[in-house]
């Protein structure tokens, strides 16, 4: 059936678009015969029974997992082989442990957020497939597109070749799934609301919070003056802004990866290269940086105003300034790496 409907493909594609020039009159009138002619007919059946057949499969094996996973004979025949009328998102990826991508798990998890959000919905249909291939299952696929790093979400229109804008930007945007539907939905107009499983960890910890708290009042209720103390409202408020400063909520927002691991030499980057994204793993260093640097004003300031021994404030001064001077530096260099048209001129 594949090598019929190969040959019916080659045959139509031939006689119709590149066959046929503007001002040619003989070649125009062996279309038209084609078109007119029983032949004609049965590649068009042929054709058309083949896309039946490919839709009729994609639909079962979605049905059974909303993420079609696919090998490159796979990948071939449902995604790059015409005929096709429906789109596909593929995450090429290796998932297998002895890759160590802690990345692609955390992907595929988003992933599969997506993929079930859609699979599910009302407005389910089979204009839309989402499938993934791993590397260890169809390493001939990622040197047929030239692919040399995983996680990669790619959008195979219904008809035509990919274009860039159907590469998913990972390293700007992130792999959150609502990023993936907007990026989806800008792609092939199909609107998918992500719908996420209950998670009730956060319910949890809020109530051991309050749990704690109440229990540490009731058990201090004869003696409440820690609530006025300054230095524990101080420090509560400092947690706060390094936590914010150090991008944590545009962490929770984009949903980016913890680092960066380069397949081709095996080397992890924990600071992202560009202005416009971070890793988890960058924010807890400029978090631990931002803690030190202001750790050395407080000594410095503890220097200035206490009126201890003079050798001790010497050395607590010299430690602070340390602290400034090492730590700011370090944090000057990262922002010089992210920005590189630094310093400005």
């Given at each position: ?134 590397y260890d299952e169809g390493a001939d696929v990622f040197q ?81 003056e820690f609530i006025y103390n300054k230095t524990g409202w ?112």
């Amino acid at each position: 059936m594949l090598c019929t409907y190969h040959l019916c493909w080659f045959v139509f594609k031939g006689l119709s678009s590149k066959a046929v020039k503007p001002g040619n009159t003989r070649q125009a009138m062996v279309f038209i015969l084609w078109i007119r002619s029983p032949l004609c007919l049965s590649v068009c059946l042929c054709l058309q029974n083949l896309l039946s057949e490919k839709v009729d499969q994609m639909m079962e094996w979605s049905s059974r997992r909303s993420v079609v996973r696919m090998n490159g004979d796979k990948f071939r025949r449902f995604v790059k082989a015409p005929p096709r009328n429906y789109s596909v998102i593929v995450m090429f990826t290796a998932l297998q442990p002895q890759r160590q991508c802690s990345v692609c798990r955390q992907a595929n998890e988003e992933y599969q957020v997506l993929a079930n959000s859609w699979r599910y919905s009302s407005a389910f249909s089979n204009k839309l497939f989402f499938t993934v291939v791993d590397y260890d299952e169809g390493a001939d696929v990622f040197q047929q597109l030239n692919m040399n790093s995983a996680p990669t979400f790619m959008h195979f229109p219904a008809k035509g070749k990919p274009k860039r804008a159907d590469t998913f930007d990972l390293q700007r945007i992130g792999f959150a799934s609502e990023q993936l539907a907007k990026w989806i939905a800008d792609r092939t107009d199909v609107q998918i609301r992500v719908f996420r499983p209950p998670n009730y960890s956060g319910t949890i910890a809020l109530a051991l919070l309050v749990s704690l708290v109440g229990g540490l009042l009731y058990l201090r209720r004869n003696n409440l003056e820690f609530i006025y103390n300054k230095t524990g409202w101080a420090m509560a408020a400092l947690c706060v802004v390094f936590a914010m400063t150090s991008g944590q909520m545009w962490n929770h927002i984009r949903g980016p990866p913890y680092a960066h691991k380069n397949p081709q030499n095996g080397q992890v980057s924990y600071i992202h290269g560009s202005s416009q994204a971070q890793f988890v793993a960058e924010s807890h260093i400029i978090l631990l940086l931002n803690a030190a640097i202001t750790m050395g004003m407080v000594l410095l300031n503890e220097a200035a105003t206490s009126k201890g021994d003079v050798g001790k404030r010497r050395i607590i001064c010299l430690v602070g300034l340390g602290l400034v001077v090492f730590f700011f530096s370090f944090l000057l260099s990262i922002f010089r790496s992210k920005y590189h048209g630094y310093p400005y001129r």
